[in-house]
C-alpha cells in the first residue's frame, strides 16, 4: 500500500500557513512568483514597520484637504476632528480583518478574492480596486505635480507665465512628469525599498506639518485665534446633514487599503505586528494630522479671511525662501509616500492576477503608472463638496461591497482556513466554482452596490445650480435616502446577503 501523500501546506503552531518547501510549487495560468504566498522565512516586517507605512500613507496633501474641507464646509475644528477620529475607528475594523489572512496566509489581496469570487471572478474586485487606484495615483502624482509648480515658481518666479499646453503652463507639465517617473522608480525597486522609505519619511512629514502649525499660530498672533473660528453649521440639523454623508466620505478615503491591506500584512511577522501597527498607526495618526489640519485652515481664516483648505497654496503664501524649501521637500515626501504604498501596490498585484504569465509587479505598476496620466484627476479635487461626497462617498459605496464578500467568506464561512495550493488551481478545486467563478459572491456585489450607490445624487450651490456629475434627486430617487451611508450599507448588505447564499448552498457551495 503506498504511502500517504503529505499535505501540501503546513499550519505552524501560531496558526500561521505556507506551502511545503518540498511541496510541488503551485504553478499554470494563474501563478506567479508576484502571488504565491510568501514563505514565513521572509514575513519580517514588524510593528513599527507598519506604524510608519500608516504614518507615511496618512500624512499626505488629500488628507489634510479631508479635515480642512470640513472645515471650509461650515464645521468648527472639534467637528471635523470628530467625524474623521470616528471614520477612522469604524474603518479599523474591516481593515484588521481583512488584514488577517496576509500574515497568517502570506496571500495579496486578489488571491483572497479567489476564496469567495473564484480563481476567475477575483478579477472582478480586483480590477475594481485597480480602477480606483489608478485614479487616486493620478490625483495625488498631479497634486505633488502642481506642489513642487507652486513652490519653485515661488522660489524662481515666472513659472506660471509659461506658455500654456493642453490648458496648462508647460512647466507644470515638466513637475508633473517629473514627479510621476520618480514615484515609480522608487516602486519598481520593489516591496523592501518602499520599507525603507517609509521608515524615515512618517516622521519627516509629522515635523512638516508641526512647523506649518507654529507658521500659522504665529501669523494668527496665537493659537487662541485658530480655535475660537466658530461653527457655521452648529450641532443641530444643518450639521447633521453634513455629518454623515461626510462621514461616509472619510470612511471612502481609506476603503480601498480595507481591501488590499493584505498585500502588506503578508509580509508581517506575525498578527501582532500587523494589529498592533494599523491601530496605533491608522486611527491615531490620522485624527493627529485631522487636528493639525483643521487648527491651520482654521488659522487662515483668521489671517486671510477665508478657509485655505489646500496646504501648497498656504505655503505658497510666505515670501521665505528656506520656508519655500522646506515646504518644497515635505510635499515631495509625503506625496510620494502614500502614493507609491497606496495606489501602486494594489493594482500591481490585481494586474498581475488578470494576467499572471504576461504581467509581473513591475510590470503592474508601469501599467498604474501609464493609466494614471491618461485621467484627468483634477477635477475631482476642485471643490471639497465634489471630493468629499461625490468622488469618495461613491468610492467608499462600491469598495465596501467588495469588503463585505471578503469578510463574510474569510471569517464566518471559512472560518479563516484555505487550502493554499487550489487558490492557484484552473478547472478544479474548491475555489473553482462554476467555471472559475462564484455567482452568490458577484450577486452579493451587485445588490449592495446598487443600493449603496444607487440613489448618487449632486448638490446645488447657493444659485440652484448643480454642483456634481449626479441628478439633484439621485440615479435612482427611491433609493436617495441611502446614498448618505453609502459604506455602510455596501458592506452589511453585501455580508448579509452572500453568508445567507452560501450557507442556503451548504457545502456544496464551495465546490460549485
Known amino acids: 500500500m503506498p504511502a500517504p501523500t503529505p499535505p501540501a501546506q503546513i499550519t505552524h503552531p501560531d496558526g500561521r500557513v505556507e506551502l511545503r518547501l518540498d511541496a510541488a510549487v503551485p504553478h499554470g495560468p494563474y501563478a506567479n512568483q508576484d502571488l504565491l504566498p510568501i514563505p514565513i522565512a521572509k514575513r519580517h516586517w514588524t510593528t513599527y514597520n507598519f506604524t510608519a ?28 476632528v470628530l467625524t474623521i477620529a470616528l471614520a477612522n475607528v469604524i474603518v479599523l475594523v474591516p481593515m484588521l480583518l481583512t488584514g488577517h489572512a496576509g500574515p497568517k496566509c502570506g496571500i495579496p489581496f486578489p488571491v483572497l478574492a479567489r476564496s469567495s469570487f473564484g480563481v476567475r471572478g477575483a478579477n472582478l474586485p480586483a480590477l475594481l480596486r485597480a480602477a480606483v487606484a489608478c485614479a487616486w495615483f493620478g490625483i495625488q502624482t498631479w497634486i505633488g505635480g502642481q506642489g513642487i509648480f507652486v513652490l519653485l515658481g515661488k522660489i524662481w518666479g515666472g513659472w506660471a507665465g509659461a506658455a500654456h499646453v493642453a490648458g496648462y503652463p508647460w512647466t507644470l507639465w515638466v513637475c508633473f512628469l517629473a514627479f510621476w517617473a520618480l514615484e515609480l522608480a522608487i516602486i519598481y525597486r520593489g516591496m523592501e525599498t518602499l520599507r525603507r522609505f517609509e521608515n524615515w519619511a512618517a516622521p519627516f512629514v509629522i515635523v512638516g506639518a508641526v512647523v506649518l502649525l507654529v507658521w500659522m499660530t504665529n501669523k494668527a498672533g496665537g493659537l487662541g485665534h485658530l480655535l475660537d473660528q466658530p461653527s457655521e453649521l452648529g450641532w443641530g440639523g444643518d450639521f447633521w446633514k453634513v455629518f454623515f454623508p461626510a462621514l461616509m466620505g472619510m470612511i471612502g478615503f481609506w476603503s480601498t487599503l480595507s481591501l488590499n491591506i493584505p498585500d502588506f500584512t503578508r509580509f508581517g511577522a506575525g498578527q501582532r505586528a500587523q494589529v498592533w501597527g494599523q491601530t496605533l498607526g491608522l486611527p491615531t495618526t490620522m485624527t493627529l494630522f485631522a487636528v493639525l489640519s483643521v487648527l491651520v485652515t482654521s488659522g487662515s481664516q483668521a489671517v486671510y479671511g477665508e478657509a485655505i483648505w489646500d496646504p501648497v497654496e498656504l505655503a505658497g503664501k510666505t515670501d521665505n525662501v528656506l520656508g519655500l524649501l522646506y515646504a518644497l521637500v515635505t510635499v515631495l515626501v509625503a506625496t510620494l509616500s502614500v502614493n507609491i504604498a497606496a495606489n501602486v501596490v494594489s493594482p500591481a498585484y490585481d494586474l498581475s492576477n488578470l494576467a499572471p504569465r504576461h504581467v509581473d509587479f513591475r510590470t503592474g505598476a508601469l501599467i498604474t503608472g501609464v493609466v494614471g496620466v491618461l485621467i484627468f484627476p483634477w477635477k475631482l479635487t476642485s471643490t471639497p463638496e465634489l471630493y468629499i461626497f461625490t468622488w469618495l462617498g461613491v468610492v467608499g459605496g462600491v469598495l465596501g461591497t467588495v469588503a463585505g464578500v471578503l469578510i463574510a467568506d474569510y471569517w464566518v464561512v471559512r472560518r479563516t482556513h484555505l487550502a493554499l495550493p ?11 466554482y462554476r467555471r472559475g467563478w462564484n455567482w452568490r459572491a458577484v450577486l452579493a456585489l451587485f445588490v449592495g452596490g446598487l443600493l449603496a450607490v444607487g440613489g448618487s445624487y449632486s448638490t446645488v450651490d447657493a444659485e440652484g445650480r448643480n454642483q456634481g456629475p449626479f441628478p439633484v434627486d439621485g440615479l435612482i430617487p427611491l433609493l436617495k435616502p441611502l446614498a448618505d451611508y453609502g459604506w455602510a450599507v455596501g458592506l452589511v448588505t453585501s455580508f448579509v446577503l452572500y453568508t445567507a447564499l452560501m450557507r442556503k448552498a451548504g457545502p456544496a457551495a464551495r465546490t460549485a
Open 53 to 80: 507605512l500608516w504614518v507615511g500613507m496618512a500624512h499626505n496633501i488629500p488628507s489634510w484637504t479631508l479635515a480642512s474641507g470640513l472645515v471650509a464646509l461650515g464645521m468648527d475644528w472639534k467637528q471635523a
Open 422 to 432: 487550489e487558490l492557484y488551481e484552473a478547472g478544479a478545486g474548491r475555489y473553482w
